[in-house]
């Protein structure tokens, strides 16, 4: 069975500091797809990173990076210069399956920004 | 936010009442995904529509009841609930089609069974 673990339930970071939120998974498959969504409070979750397993170069969007580790089965998140909007419930997510897959999701890590 | 959209946002029922909660997707996506999310536990799929039949259905309680008429519109019938229904329900749609789509969700209906 596919399984996504997020073994910090809660973090805080600074404003402007940067903050790494884990994720592990477990899969013997060898083809599919990671997400990292955030879901602010009270307000709809959206995707922060998406990254394709057959690819080694790691995902970046401006402020979100990943450190994907394929071997390791390891997907972690990094959060540069963090912001107040960042605050949020932070999910990770690993896609297999298809066209018709499944999307598993961790637990979620909630993130607080301390100005 | 206007990709995905909800109604009710809230919903307080009670065991005996039905219910209906609706989603609909303006990004001419062709698959419709329904979620409950619980506290303290990972999201869980409920059902999958692609293409407006059902292509999933992880084992729910027969008291709900999904409905897709069509590729923009989905809908969660719900009847003689139980109080541990009480959870966020989650609507996301996505191109469909391809693997590893992005899923693109919507606001949610809290839902409270008392």
């Known amino acids: 069975a596919q399984t996504v673990t997020q073994s910090q339930p809660e973090m805080s970071v600074q404003e402007a500091e940067t903050v790494t939120l884990s994720c592990t998974y477990d899969t013997s498959e060898s083809d599919y797809y990671l997400f990292w969504y955030k879901q602010p409070p009270s307000r709809q979750m959206i995707l922060v990173i998406r990254?394709?397993?057959?690819?080694?170069q790691n995902a970046t969007e401006n402020r979100f990076s990943v450190n994907f580790q394929k071997a390791a089965k390891s997907f972690s998140l990094k959060i540069s210069d963090s912001q107040l909007g960042d605050a949020a419930m932070y999910f990770c997510a690993f896609f297999y399956g298809g066209s018709q897959g499944n999307l598993i999701f961790g637990k979620g890590t909630k993130l607080s920004v301390k100005p | 936010e206007t990709g995905v959209t909800q109604t009710p946002r809230h919903l307080v029922m009670g065991m005996t009442n039905k219910k209906s909660l609706k989603c609909e997707q303006h990004?001419?996506?062709?698959?419709m995904y329904w979620y409950k999310q619980s506290a303290k536990k990972p999201l869980e799929l409920m059902f999958v529509y692609s293409l407006e039949e059902r292509v999933e259905n992880n084992s729910v309680p027969s008291r709900f009841s999904p409905e897709c008429p069509n590729s923009s519109h989905l809908f969660l019938h719900l009847h003689t609930l139980q109080p541990e229904d009480s959870a966020l329900y989650l609507c996301?749609?996505?191109?469909?089609?391809?693997?590893?789509?992005?899923?693109?969700f919507g606001p949610g209906t809290r839902l409270t069974v008392l």
């Open positions: 990254q394709e397993a057959y690819k080694q």
């Open positions: 990004l001419g996506h062709n698959a």
């Open positions: 996301a749609s996505s191109r469909g089609g391809l693997a590893g789509d992005t899923q693109y």
